[in-house]
């Protein structure tokens, strides 16, 4: 009676396992005789979007029950400037169905092949009273998503900028209308209101008076800079008449008259409020939310998007403040040219090999309709109201449903002040006259050159004519490789894989006959033993380690983008990189520069081991609290790291401030910014404790007592005993701290992007921009097996001559 119950205990683990089986089974066979929808996947920019769209998509799912959307997001910081996943996922066939996508970059990725034209889409539902048409949106989110006459993109997001006003703090400084200006005598201004600069030189002028300092010299108020808030060099070359980009695509103009004198003139401002590092010190001790330094009248005047609306409505409604369309110069206004705006935004992409293009088209149809969109904001709405906020929608790209927007959300909403009411009627009206990211395969690096060009002006390690004159070419060289591809033979891809197999081939018959000539008897066996045992590591290096090494040499010789076939060009990548590329030797300076750390890492390390080498109580503790740096994940220590280095309210400066020392800007200037890292890596000197604890244990006590028997101290232990024996030890450090510094990236990448100047472009973080950012993988890969040569040589040069040094236990 009781033998099944017994049986049952015995083996109550199997049972489990058992149970678990057979459940994960009918599970998996009743969802899938349940669900035999279409999926259709769709990626969106964040997580917050995915939930924000969430009920829009299942009303898709419910007047579509044949199709099933999966919503998700490619994991990555940045997708626009970070597209690896997405673009290797299209690449290899595996994208997913619709992307929610920045407009320049759908455009920049369609010219390679990577999106679908939606052309046949439109044409066939012209007629129909819910088909998508051109003449509904404005021009420039529509223009955006445009390459050579094709549409890749449907808009369902706009932004715009104009110059806001803090009122305040303009009328405390007598920036009033006068009786007697024409403005006022036409009706378009009234006497006593607060005036906004008209023209450049009036912006600058407010921008230098409504400016104040600390009694130290640091910026206390900003009345205006160039770039603060979201403004670039675009906008300004832009309001002064220029083109990034001839009318026809074919070359980059930047470096035309009107963009030089455009960034000349961003120049002079910073430069008359004390420098580009003063006012960016000034930015960086700004904090967001409540503490908007535009909000708190730390900002006296600003160009940015009406995304600030929000912080305004949330934080401070009640503030009196203006938005007047950006201030273009007086010659230009003498022409009678009007302001314009900058206008970006996201639109809804099929890439090229989705598995669905129809039900994609379906999905993006639901996604941009009217209803779906007041839906959106509907909820959106009543999230804002639960927390006690008004609500200031988002524009809309459709001209109508923008409108509708405004009449239903800001027009009739009483309890929305004023000027709100005002700012959001006048930058929709500044979306009729925006301009927008040049339309052009090179996009993501004109934007970077742009921003290079800039700040070497800014910091004024060029004049601007030739900071843009070398933007311009590197943009126009990549430019050329798009639109005029290289010409020449094909990678021999079977007949490279076949020199692999028969490599491996003849390396496995050489290790049979080593094997077998040399090894005898139980040995021979157990040489076989353990060949079988390594064979998964053995198989995966050949397959996952050495098929990617061989693919990256012989794509260092081509041209290769990903998404066009291979072609051989030589020496051509090794020949830029090397005579043209200047930023080669950037990076690798940089890079070269950071090994002056490493011996202060392995002191530092080495001093906190002999201190930790004492067997006291709750030694373990410390050792553990010293030890956690090392472990602490990257992000999390730039991120205090960027607090500690912060110029003006930074823990650094402040203690420095004690003893009456002014401290450097860090990480904002180009010549602390490097050792600003230096000093970081110290922090986590202690990940190297377990190694050099282990090597002061191997040292033998009898040592140190018959050295002090002879009279050695202290010091003459440590010299003649203790660098010594712990020389091995050194040396491993020194080798494994000199291969990682040539792999530094993290740091950068999360920390300065780069900058300032490139003086933090350090050769991995190159090596990903080619890569990952531009696609240029030949000329990558040619990069890395430079620097795999580099250290190379270096490591087997510091092996040859550590013999001079490095002692070990056996040596005689």
Known sequence: MHAPITWLRSNAIVCLIVGLFVAGFLTLHVKWERDTRTEISIWFASPEQIEDYRPVVEHFERENPAYRVISGTASVRNLTGDPTRFLLGTAGGVPPDVIFYDRFAITEWAARGTFLSLDAFLARDQDSPDGIQREDYFSAAWDETVYRGRCYGIPHSIDNRALYCNKALLRRAGYVWKADEPQVKAGKARAGDVRPPQNWAELKAYAIKLTRKHPDGGIKTLGFAPNFGNAWLYLYGWMNGARFMSEDGQTCTMDSPEVVEALEYMVDVYDALGGVQEVYAFQQSLQTGPLDPFLNDQVAMKIDGNWCFDSIAAYKPDMEFLVAPAPIPQRRSDEGAEPISWSGGYAFSVPKTARNPEASWMLIQSLVSRKAEMMLHARRAQQARSMGRMYIPRYSPNRATSRLLYEKYVANAHEIPAELREAYSQI????????????????????????????????????????????????????????????????????????????????????????????????RRELWDGALCASPWIFGFIIFGGGPILFSLIISFCSYDVFTPAVVVGLDNYREMLFNDTLFYKALGNTVFMLLGLPLSLGVGLGLALLLHRELKGMSVYRTIFYMPAVMPVVASSVLWIWMFEPNRGLLNTALSLFGIVGPKWLLDEMWAKPALIIMGLWSAGGGLVIWLGGLKSIPESLYEAASIDGA????????????????????????????????????????????????????????????????????????????????????LQMRYSKRWVHYQGDA
């Open 713 to 796: 101290g202290a010091v003459r232990r440590f010299s003649a005993i203790t660098l010594p024996m712990l020389s091995p030890y050194i040396f491993f450090n020194m080798i494994m701290g000199f291969i990682a510094t040539f792999q530094i990236f993290d740091q950068a990448y999360v920390m300065t992007d780069g900058g300032p100047v490139n003086s933090t472009l350090f050769y991995a973080y190159k090596i990903f921009n080619e890569a990952f950012r531009f696609f240029r993988m030949g000329y990558a890969s040619a990069l890395a097996w430079v620097l795999f040569v580099l250290v190379l040589v270096l490591t087997l």
């Open 428 to 523: 929709l009206a500044l979306l009729s006259h925006s301009r927008f990211r040049p339309v052009t395969p090179v996009g993501q690096r004109l934007w970077e050159e742009h921003v290079n060009a800039m700040e070497a002006a800014l910091f004024h390690k060029l004049i601007p004519e030739e900071a843009l004159k070398k933007g311009t070419a590197i943009v126009q060289r990549d430019l050329d490789g798009v639109l005029q591809p290289p010409q020449g033979a094909e990678a021999p891809w079977p007949i490279v894989i076949g020199l692999y197999i028969a490599l491996i081939a003849v390396a496995g018959m050489v290790i049979w006959k080593v094997g077998g000539r040399h090894v005898k008897g139980i040995f």
